[in-house]
């Protein structure tokens, strides 16, 4: 494909629920990134990956949100022990190099529902 | 910290019509700016971009200028269309503080256009 894709589209979860999200980013692209989109917010800055190494997590929201992108591909998002504040709009998106100048292409996002 | 402060919505326009969609900033350096479209249903893509003062970014009929002396980049597009309804979004990435890869965005503003 030629875009960031992510998976699932939409997830529901019962409060206390583990989830895990994916990102499948643009082939080639050193850099990934997650945001979250609360309803009615723009999307904030979670973590950073440049292939598989994390190097900015400075967004994310507590020890419960964990994310990995272990070949330097593929990116997984988890959450645990949801809570009903975690509902939101995730966000991946990817860039070639991860510079100041560069265009990040974003992915349709994941609709979190925790309830 | 940085921040993006941009006109609340709705703004509802007929076609034809010349639009507007304020936007202002906060940043510790000199950053980049973008405007970024969300269409129903579709991820956010890139509009437009600057990278310096007085850089005009434009694409799509859509303008915007990086005005250093007003901390501002308001959009601006002489005749919309119906296709043009969606969510924008202006966002900076500041290169001060080794992160310059991390986008702050505004909240959006959603723009309805009638036919």
């Known amino acids: 494909g030629a875009g960031v894709s992510q998976s699932p589209r939409y997830k529901v979860a019962k409060r206390g629920q583990d989830v895990a999200l994916r990102c499948d980013p643009i082939s080639g692209h050193v850099s990934l990134f997650w945001y979250q989109q609360a309803l009615g917010q723009g999307p904030e800055f979670l973590t950073y990956f440049q292939n598989e190494a994390q190097l900015d997590k400075s967004g994310l929201p507590s020890d419960r949100f964990f994310a990995e992108r272990p070949e330097g591909s593929v990116s997984t998002l988890k959450i645990q022990r949801t809570q009903q504040e975690d509902s939101a709009v995730y966000l991946c998106?990817?860039?070639?190099?991860?510079?100041?100048?560069?265009?990040?292409?974003f992915g349709p996002g994941t609709r979190l529902l925790v309830l | 910290g940085n921040s993006v402060t941009q006109m609340e919505g709705p703004v509802t326009l007929s076609e034809e019509a010349f639009l507007t969609i304020n936007c202002t900033y906060t940043a510790t350096g000199y950053p980049s700016l973008f405007w970024y479209v969300q269409y129903p249903g579709e991820g956010l893509q890139l509009l437009l971009k600057a990278t310096k003062a007085d850089d005009k970014g434009s694409n799509k009929g859509f303008e915007a200028t990086y005005r250093k002396e007003t901390t501002s980049f308001h959009l601006e597009k002489g005749s919309v269309q119906v296709s043009d309804s969606a969510v924008y979004f202006c966002?900076?990435?500041?290169?001060?503080?080794?992160?310059?890869?991390?986008?702050?965005f505004g909240k959006g503003t959603l723009l309805t256009v009638n036919p």
């Open positions: 966002a900076l990435s500041d290169p001060s503080g080794g992160s310059n890869y991390k986008l702050t």
């Open positions: 998106a990817s860039s070639l190099k991860g510079t100041l100048q560069e265009t990040q292409y």
